[in-house]
């Protein structure tokens, strides 16, 4: 949106942070990371419950609402210096079906509200989760954060990230006194990924041995401890409405199955799983999970996206690393430190695996 040499103004850590979807992979590592630095957290989350569970040993204020009615919660904004919104709906990818409308109403029109409200109590300062989602090149290109995804060319979430980031940057437009900026991670990993994250649950599905074989495709994947270090130093040194990719090393599934057999101790899948049959898996299991109520093995949403990314050649994070100094860490230690936490926090979701080297 601007020069490099725009906006530019180095600021001080918040004192007071907001944090929406605070219970959720990215939200939950955000959280920690704040309270590591000394600044205080109020977190958001629809579960009170859920919320002790992860944060228990932390001296955070929960604050319980949801953000299809902000104006519940909205007096909690006021103090606070920098909202960090991560929470999003997403459920496309893990229960399979449509969901215009959750999307509709929390990406879009609840991003909108929080963003209102959040002015109206005093706050100036926003960092956006947004996704690399938003972004396209051509075949074979590395994406870089001009090249935005058309959304005659994205599926039901797509577009509602294209517009939950239209919403922030028309915001910008509005009141010149407001700052914020987009962060835009690839697939996250990484430790407390309690829901499970379409992640965790390829993480626990391979520990129990349910990965059907070796699927096309690769993704951008990143650690959320690196994407929520971002957004902390995005609050720092970031440009006013710019975007900034914290997406790592494209992997294709084969090298994902791999780091995970080395992270497990168990043996990766060979057998290679052509396009057609990725769409009978996804119908099946998307009737199985309206039967069971669990999560699908493979969403049919997912496979879509397998089939339209497949050219991609992966995603460009040098302005990230200029501005931001962001670092990605070794992915074998994120799958490493990730079954850790399932088997100290959650072991009843992990299958019993050998300990690595074993």
Request: with cysteine; proline share 6%.
């Amino acid at each position: 949106m601007n020069s490099p040499s725009e906006n530019y103004v180095s600021s001080p850590l918040p004192r007071i942070a907001f944090v929406t979807g605070s219970t959720g992979l990215l939200g939950r590592n955000l959280v920690r990371e704040l309270h590591g630095r000394g600044i205080g957290v109020r977190a958001l989350a629809r579960s009170r419950a859920k919320a002790q569970r992860q944060f228990g040993d932390l001296p955070v204020e929960i604050v319980e609402g949801d953000l299809a009615d902000p104006a519940a919660f909205a007096d909690h904004l006021t103090g606070v210096d920098t909202v960090f919104h991560t929470a999003a709906y997403f459920r496309e990818s893990y229960q399979g079906g449509r969901h215009d409308a959750g999307l509709e109403q929390i990406n879009v029109r609840g991003t909108a509200a929080l963003l209102a409200a959040a002015y109206d109590r005093g706050v100036r300062r926003f960092v956006h989760t947004s996704s690399i989602a938003t972004l396209k090149g051509a075949p074979g290109v590395l994406v870089d954060e001009t090249m935005s995804r058309a959304e005659a060319d994205a599926d039901a979430y797509f577009r509602s990230k294209i517009l939950s980031e239209r919403e922030v940057d028309r915001f910008l437009e509005t009141y010149p006194d407001f700052w914020a900026v987009h962060v835009l991670p690839g697939w996250m990993f990484g430790p407390g990924d309690l829901g499970p994250t379409s992640a965790g649950q390829l993480v626990l599905d391979f520990t129990k041995r349910k990965i059907p074989g070796i699927l096309p495709g690769g993704f951008a994947v990143v650690d959320a401890r690196d994407v929520a270090v971002s957004m902390i130093t995005a609050t720092q040194r970031g440009r006013r409405g710019e975007r900034y990719i914290t997406a790592g090393p494209r992997v294709s599934m084969s090298e994902l199955c791999l780091a995970l057999s080395r992270a497990t101790g168990l043996p990766a899948p060979t057998r290679k799983v052509p396009l057609a049959a990725l769409y009978a898996i996804g119908f099946a299991s998307e009737a199985w999970a309206r039967v069971t109520g669990n999560p699908t093995l493979l969403s049919l949403a997912s496979v879509r996206l397998i089939a339209k990314e497949a050219d991609q050649a992966g995603f460009d994070h040098t302005k990230s690393e200029r501005e931001l100094s962001v670092q990605f860490r070794n992915f074998d230690e994120t799958l490493a430190d990730t079954l850790t936490w399932y088997r100290t926090h959650a072991p009843e979701l992990l299958a019993a695996t050998p300990a690595p080297g074993r």
